[in-house]
């Protein structure tokens, strides 16, 4: 306590008061309070380091420390075989993130042969999700995009199942496959994507898939489903008040009309767009209005 530090001062001089304070219940001698201090001042320790019954203690949270522990939890034989996956899967993660991509896979590994003899389908689908996201970033679009969909059937035998998981495995795969250019697979992936994040109330995600999705369907030439796809982007994204999102959907409707050369056409759907966001904000706070399932419509 506390996680953020207005005023060193006050704080110090709070603390100092309540350590000193004589609580009445005996019950209360053995209760201990851990509080942090500011940095680098030291505010804290300053007022209280004659206090009794007072100890400091400094904490190194470095990112190396962080990694220096997690790698002696993982190979520390005695812990729980578990706990030591889980140091693995926070390493990879970091390594990851830091594009150390061999020694990411090297643990994803780890995970995932711990994963399948457990029986953990939803671990396993993690595992090879982020492998596969590793080798994508080490250049290995092939093998990253195997992997992510042999992580589909695992997560969907999960129980729940885990519908996190299988978003980011279907944004993975819609990204990759529109990155290759094979639209139809990016269309299904990004479709599917969106239905997770519907079931995750997280409208903003669901806007993303969109705009991919739209571009996929367009380059089929599967014109009605684009603009479909489009409109309705621009009307959720208006009612949720997301103004950024909002103004790109409705400029790649445009781009769309000018290249026509339909402005009737345009000048309709704009307004069709205003209407329904009008139409839809009085009937309903913002935060209540999440799109539907309905192939893309919005609630």
């Known amino acids: 306590m506390p996680t953020k530090i207005e005023n060193p001062q006050i704080y110090a001089e709070f603390i100092d008061q309540l350590s000193r304070h004589e609580l009445p219940f005996p019950w209360c001698h053995n209760v201990r309070m851990i509080v942090r201090d500011t940095y680098p001042e030291k505010t804290l320790a300053s007022r209280t380091i004659a206090t009794p019954r007072v100890r400091f203690v400094e904490v190194d949270f470095s990112p190396d420390a962080i990694r220096r522990s997690l790698e002696e939890d993982a190979g520390n034989d005695r812990l729980p075989l578990e706990d030591r996956v889980n140091c693995s899967l926070v390493l990879a993660g970091i390594d990851q993130s830091h594009a150390r991509y061999d020694r990411a896979i090297q643990q994803y590994e780890i995970v995932h042969k ?3 003899a457990t029986g953990n389908t939803a671990l396993a689908a993690i595992a090879l999700n982020g492998a596969g996201e590793s080798y994508r970033g080490a250049g290995n679009p092939d ?12 997560a969907s035998l999960a129980p729940g199942p885990p519908v996190p998981v299988l978003l980011n495995l279907y944004v993975n795969l819609g990204s990759l496959r529109f990155e290759q250019k094979r639209w139809a697979e990016a269309e299904v992936f990004y479709q599917g994507a969106s239905e997770f994040a519907l079931l995750l109330h997280d409208p903003g995600q669901r806007l993303s898939c969109w705009k991919f999705l739209g571009e996929a369907q367009n ?3 599967k014109t009605e489903a684009a603009l479909k796809t489009w409109t309705n982007g621009a009307i959720v994204a208006g009612i949720l008040r997301r103004d950024q999102e909002h103004n790109e959907f409705r400029e790649r409707l445009q781009q769309h009309y000018t290249r026509a050369a339909d402005p009737n056409g345009w000048k309709g759907v704009s307004e069709s ?7 839809r904000s009085m009937a309903q706070s913002p935060t209540e209005i999440i799109p539907n399932a309905d192939g893309g419509s919005p609630s």
């Open 273 to 279: 767009i205003e209407n329904e966001i009008t139409t």
């Open 219 to 221: 380059e089929q030439s």
């Open 114 to 116: 711990y994963a399948a």
């Open 143 to 154: 093998l990253a995009g195997e992997l992510f969909q042999a992580a589909i059937a695992p």
